[in-house]
């Protein structure tokens, strides 16, 4: 079972490229989530999907754009790589939280993106 | 001010010692309180979840919420060096459908034998 799958692992971007972040879960979640984290500040949601076919922005939207490709897939997309872009990415799953509903949110192994 | 504050240390113990880790939060919708544990690059991993206010206890980890102060607390009884590792508190609303965890900064934990 291999929980949430994040591709790739390492990148190096130049200033101004633009890339995908995969994310694949087989774990049948409704919700998908994009954090990046950097030292000092935590986890910040950039972007999350509660269900197939819906998508919000999170504290930190401003430079990515995403999509929920099916119920398994979330991709993150960087149009214009920054220099501030320099992160780790995790996606994470769970079922739907709220409305008196909780489950555990499971995270990949992150994505260590370094924006030159 | 951010909905979640952690102070992120770092924090260093010896072994067997007792460690507390707390987080303050602002928004009152918050009714799931969660702490997540997070070893040198890898993927966070859930460690203990408390519905509303009330202790949880887990082997050697206790975590306790107080909503009227809205403070939680992760307690860790004789502490081992595997426990050294980044602690993230994270919560959650229960009153929306598809609310995402809002999570702490995190504390840096490192526990020498």
Known sequence: NAGVTQTPKFQVLKTGQSMTLQCAQDMNHNSMYWYRQDPGMGLRLIYYSASEGTTDKGEVPNGYNVSRLNKREF???????????????????????????????????????TVV | QKEVEQDPGPLSVPEGAIVSLNCTYSNSAFQYFMWYRQ????????????????????????????????????????????????????????????TALIFGKGTTLSVSS
């Not at chain 1, 780790?88 to 739907?96: D, G, N, T």
């Not at chain 1, 409305?99 to 260590?112: L, S």
């Not at chain 2, 991993?45 to 909503?67: C, H, I, P």
């Not at chain 2, 502490?79 to 598809?98: E, K």
């Open chain 1, 75 to 113: 991709s993150l997309r960087l149009e214009s790589a920054a220099p501030s872009q320099t992160s780790v990415y995790f996606c994470a799953s769970s079922e739907v939280q709220g409305a008196g509903i909780w489950t555990e949110a499971f995270f990949g192994q992150g994505t260590r993106l």
């Open chain 2, 39 to 98: 070893y040198s690059r890898k993927g966070p991993e859930l460690l203990m979840y408390t519905y509303s206010s009330g202790n949880k206890e887990d082997g050697r980890f206790t975590a306790q919420v107080d909503k009227s102060s809205k403070y939680i607390s992760l307690f860790i009884r004789d502490s081992q060096p595997s426990d050294s590792a980044t602690y993230l508190c994270a919560m959650s609303a229960a009153n929306q459908a598809g």
